[in-house]
T-cell receptor
Framework: GAVVSQHPSWVICKSGTSVKIECRSL??????MFWYRQFPKQSLMLMAT?????????EQGVEKDKFLINHASLTLSTLTVTSAHPEDSSFYIC????????????FGPGTRLLVL | GQSLEQPSEVTAVEGAIVQINCTYQ??????LSWYQQHDGGAPTFLSY????GLEETGRFSSFLSRSDSYGYLLLQELQMKDSASYFC?????????????FGKGTHLIIQP
C-alpha cells in the first residue's frame, strides 16, 4: 500500500512558538492532502483540505492564520502551528490521496504536539 | 453537515464474530468507509461501500443500506490483534473541502 510519512513524530514546544509538521507521500503522488487533529479518546477531526498548488480549504472553526498549510509539491505538505498554545496540544495526522476518484486515504503515523 | 453514530465500545471473545454498526446523516452521500486505528497509531483503510450490499475482504466484511442510512463492519475469527478502534466515515464534498467526516469510533475489546 501507499506510504505516508510525517516528521517529527512528536514535538514539545513552549507557548507562543511556532511548530512545522511535514507530511510526505513516499511512493505516490498525492494530488490532495488532508490534515486532521485528534484529541485523546476522540475521533479525527478534519482541519483542512489541500490541493497541490492551491490554497487550502479550511473547515469551519479552524483558523487559517493559525494553522498555515503549504502544499507546494505532489509529495509534500506542511502544517505550521503558529503561536502555539497549550490548547493546541493534540495528535496531528495527515493523509494523502492520489486522485479525486479514489476513496482511499493513506494516513501518516501522526505527530504528537505538546505545548507547555 | 454530516453526523455518524456508532457504539463507543464493543467487547467480544477471541475467535468469535462481532458487528459494529454505523448510522449516518449526510447532506449528500457517496459511500461509507471503515478505518481501523490502534492506540497511538495511524488510521488504516479497511473497506468502502458505495452501493447496497456486502463487501468481503478476508476476515472483514462491510455492509451498506443506503435506504436505511446504515452500515456495519463485520469481523470474523477475531484475533487479539484486532483490538483497536474502528471508525466509519463519509466523504465531505463541496466548496473545496473533500476530506472525511469520521464517527466517534468504536473501541473493540477482545477477551481471550
Amino acid at each position: 500500500g501507499a506510504v505516508v510519512s510525517q516528521h517529527p513524530s512528536w514535538v514539545i514546544c513552549k507557548s507562543g512558538t511556532s511548530v512545522k509538521i511535514e507530511c510526505r507521500s513516499l511512493d505516490f503522488q498525492a494530488t490532495t492532502m488532508f490534515w486532521y487533529r485528534q484529541f485523546p479518546k476522540q475521533s479525527l477531526m478534519l482541519m483542512a483540505t489541500s490541493n497541490e498548488g492551491s490554497k487550502a480549504t479550511y473547515e469551519q472553526g479552524v483558523e487559517k492564520d493559525k494553522f498555515l498549510i503549504n502544499h507546494a509539491s505532489l509529495t509534500l505538505s506542511t502544517l505550521t502551528v503558529t503561536s502555539a498554545h497549550p490548547e493546541d496540544s493534540s495528535f496531528y495526522i495527515c493523509s494523502g490521496r492520489n486522485s479525486p476518484s479514489e476513496e482511499t486515504q493513506y494516513f501518516g503515523p501522526g505527530t504528537r504536539l505538546l505545548v507547555l | 453537515g454530516q453526523s455518524l453514530e456508532q457504539p463507543s465500545e464493543v467487547t467480544a471473545v477471541e475467535g468469535a464474530i462481532v458487528q459494529i454498526n454505523c448510522t449516518y446523516q449526510t447532506s449528500g452521500f457517496y459511500g461509507l468507509s471503515w478505518y481501523q486505528q490502534h492506540d497511538g497509531g495511524a488510521p488504516t483503510f479497511l473497506s468502502y461501500n458505495a452501493l447496497d450490499g456486502l463487501e468481503e475482504t478476508g476476515r472483514f466484511s462491510s455492509f451498506l443500506s443506503r435506504s436505511d442510512s446504515y452500515g456495519y463492519l463485520l469481523l470474523q475469527e477475531l484475533q487479539m490483534k484486532d483490538s483497536a478502534s474502528y471508525f466509519c466515515a463519509v466523504r465531505d464534498r463541496g466548496g473545496g473541502a473533500d476530506g472525511l467526516t469520521f464517527g466517534k469510533g468504536t473501541h473493540l475489546i477482545i477477551q481471550p
